[in-house]
């Protein structure tokens, strides 16, 4: 595949929410020199310009960008097909509640240690409606087709990501960095900086934009960061891909895109 040395990628990091003012945005590039760097933060839309029209702002200078975006981009393969004629008080033709609830991808996850929340069943399916919509509105004021992408990525489109799983394969020191209460602000804002500090060596971000991402009540922009930092995974081949036999079902379903070391 085209490597990041040869050709220049913006990475864009979305941790889509099921309301615009929860959206963390981060924008970096992967450099000719390989190296990872955040050019721009954002936590929601801004005073007089929406997410649309901010994320637009960023994707249109630069001829090649991945949008790399947390939150489930399709539904599991049996939900649809058990609910397209399915009528109420009759039973669904798949018996397996599991099947129904979560996808290949979040199957094959939960034998890595992980457990992405249940697109059929959980309130994460809010998220992806507003991902899915957000696509649809950049492809417009953009002009751009923004597939989903799969290695080797050449052109602009968009992955999904999970920040939990790229934060695992490095075995950064997660605990409480989600933690929002206002008495539990010392100990977030702690974790949170410890995680900054563990992803120096391969993400680059100017003192500035560090100070913002850390005086957020929220951890929406730090997940955006990690966010491209799985971009910049998969761009340099180092995500695990569906086979070929599984690739089907992961273009029906979508497939998130993670480092396993």
Request: glycine fraction near 8%; proline fraction near 8%.
């Amino acid at each position: 595949m085209p490597t990041p040395t040869t050709v220049p990628w913006t990475i864009v990091g979305v941790d889509c929410a099921s309301q615009d003012k929860h959206i963390g945005l981060t924008c970096g590039t992967l450099g000719a020199d390989n190296k990872l760097r955040i050019l721009e933060v954002s936590a929601g839309p801004g005073p007089d310009r929406s997410i649309v029209d901010l994320l637009a702002g960023w994707l249109l200078p630069h001829p090649r960008v991945l949008l790399a975006i947390d939150a489930p981009l399709g539904w599991p393969r049996r939900l649809t097909e058990s609910l397209q004629m399915h009528r109420a008080g009759e039973p669904l033709l798949e018996p397996k509640s599991t099947l129904l609830v979560r996808r290949m991808t979040d199957l094959r996850l939960r034998t890595l240690g992980h457990q992405p929340l249940d697109v059929g069943a959980d309130r994460i399916a809010y998220a992806a409606h507003r991902a899915l919509r957000l696509l649809g509105e950049l492809r417009q004021a953009t002009g751009r087709a923004l597939p989903l992408l799969w290695p080797p990525a050449s052109d602009s489109g968009a992955i999904e990501v999970y920040p939990a799983a790229t934060m695992r394969a490095r075995n950064l020191i997660t605990a409480g960095y989600k933690k929002n209460a206002a008495s539990e602000r010392p100990a977030a804002l702690a974790a949170r900086q410890k995680i900054l500090a563990q992803l120096a060596p391969e993400l680059e971000l100017g003192a500035a934009l560090r100070e913002r991402v850390l005086a957020a009540p929220r951890e929406d922009m730090l997940d955006a960061a990690v966010c491209v930092l799985a971009g910049a995974d998969f761009l340099r081949g180092e995500c695990t891909a569906p086979t070929p036999d599984e690739r089907p079902l992961a273009e029906l379903e979508g497939w998130i895109w993670h480092r396993t070391n």
